[in-house]
């Protein structure tokens, strides 16, 4: 190879690799394969971006879901568990009879959220088609919970924006009904409705 060829090569190399530090530096994270999930004291193996969610028995992960604005699906055939906007939200999910495993396996989730409560064996078999997170909210904080959907669907900087803004909105109400600090007081703090009806 001559000198001009090796030293365009070597321009090129140098021109990729220089586009790649400057893509990492702008914030923008490699979402392409896998990475370890940690939550509820268990890990797993979870693509870095899983597109296509399967809800399984949960509804708390689904309001999650309308809080990052995340599609959702796919849901678990359970009358009566989801209802109200959450109900609206996921109208366009596919219900699936998740103890169907040929159903699961047609539907190919690339990730499965399934309550923490379910027995071994119908995990074991959602296990064999998708990596499965556990959830266990209610009893889990909201901000960990919501974290580990973001997480799962590649928008982590969005679940913190999401947290923040929040802090920032309990914040505010506080000072405003107890500027002084120096009293007890119950504080309810109501969700934003754009939607009044």
Same mark, same amino acid.
């Given at each position: 190879?001559?000198? +001009?060829?090796?030293? $365009?090569? @070597?321009?090129? /190399?140098?021109?990729?690799?220089?586009? &790649?530090?400057? $893509?990492? !530096?702008?914030?923008? #994270?490699?979402?392409?394969?896998?990475? %370890? *999930?940690?939550?509820?004291?268990? $890990?797993? #193996?979870?693509? +870095? @971006?899983?597109? +296509?969610?399967? /809800?399984?028995?949960? &509804?708390?992960?689904? #309001?999650?879901?309308? &809080?990052?604005?995340?599609?959702? !699906?796919?849901?678990? #055939?359970?009358?009566?568990?989801?209802?109200?906007?959450?109900? *609206?939200?996921?109208?366009?999910?596919?219900?699936?009879?998740?103890?169907?495993?040929?159903?699961? %396996?047609? /539907?190919?989730?690339?990730?499965?959220? !399934?309550?923490? @409560?379910?027995?071994?064996?119908?995990?074991? +078999?959602?296990?064999?088609?998708?990596?499965?997170? *556990?959830?266990? !909210?209610?009893?889990?904080? =909201?901000?960990?919970?919501?974290?580990?959907?973001?997480?799962?669907?590649?928008?982590?900087?969005?679940?913190? %924006?999401?947290? %923040?803004?929040?802090? @920032?909105?309990?914040?505010? /109400?506080?000072?405003? =009904?107890?500027?002084?600090?120096?009293?007890?007081?119950?504080?309810?703090?109501?969700?934003?409705?754009?939607?009044?009806?």
């Amino acid at each position: 190879m001559g000198l +001009k060829k090796r030293l $365009t090569v @070597r321009s090129a /190399f140098v021109l990729v690799l220089g586009l &790649a530090i400057l $893509t990492t !530096a702008c914030g923008e #994270e490699d979402l392409n394969g896998t990475h %370890e *999930l940690t939550y509820g004291g268990r $890990t797993v #193996e979870v693509p +870095k @971006r899983a597109g +296509k969610i399967l /809800f399984d028995s949960v &509804a708390y992960p689904v #309001e999650d879901a309308m &809080a990052l604005e995340l599609p959702v !699906a796919g849901v678990a #055939e359970e009358k009566g568990l989801l209802y109200g906007k959450v109900h *609206l939200y996921i109208r366009s999910a596919e219900v699936l009879d998740t103890k169907d495993s040929a159903a699961v %396996e047609a /539907f190919a989730p690339d990730a499965i959220v !399934a309550s923490s @409560r379910a027995n071994a064996e119908h995990i074991e +078999k959602l296990s064999a088609v998708a990596p499965v997170v *556990l959830s266990d !909210a209610p009893e889990g904080d =909201w901000r960990v919970d919501l974290r580990m959907l973001a997480n799962l669907s590649g928008q982590s900087s969005k679940g913190e %924006e999401l947290i %923040e803004q929040y802090d @920032r909105d309990i914040r505010a /109400f506080k000072k405003n =009904w107890n500027p002084d600090g120096d009293k007890t007081a119950l504080y309810a703090y109501v969700a934003k409705d754009d939607d009044a009806s």
